[in-house]
């Protein structure tokens, strides 16, 4: 089963920059839009930033200007740069994307394991 596997989160202060990556485990034949999310504790997840295949892309209003979301489509890869961090970004960080596995096959919705990312004041 092919799985989103992300990297790069960590501690950082309050208006410091963390770089997020989120890579396929195995070979995907497509992949529509690719989003982040995050959830922190006590709230619900919540959709961060998205990107289409085509390159359009989509911020929350708590993030925008301050982060940037980016794509690799020949490597099915999505990254989000976050810049001027503040502690209201503190929460656990989740790729995600519709993937067709192989030619024809249904579309599957594709979830990473999460990264922590933790702004200290």
């Known amino acids: 089963q092919v799985q989103l596997v992300e990297s790069g989160g960590g501690l950082v202060q309050a208006g410091g920059s963390l770089r997020l990556s989120c890579a396929p485990s195995?070979?995907?034949?497509?992949?529509?839009?690719m989003n982040w999310y995050r959830q922190a504790p006590g709230k619900q997840r919540e959709l961060v930033a998205t990107v289409t295949s085509g390159g359009n892309t989509n911020y929350a209003d708590s993030v925008r200007g301050r982060f940037t979301i980016s794509r690799d489509n020949a490597k099915n890869t999505v990254s989000l740069q976050m810049n001027n961090l503040k502690p209201e970004d503190t929460a656990v960080y989740y790729c995600n994307a519709e993937a067709m596995l192989r030619f024809l096959t249904p579309w599957e919705t594709l979830w990473g394991q999460g990264t922590q990312v933790t702004v200290s004041s």
């Open positions: 195995g070979s995907i034949f497509s992949i529509k839009a």
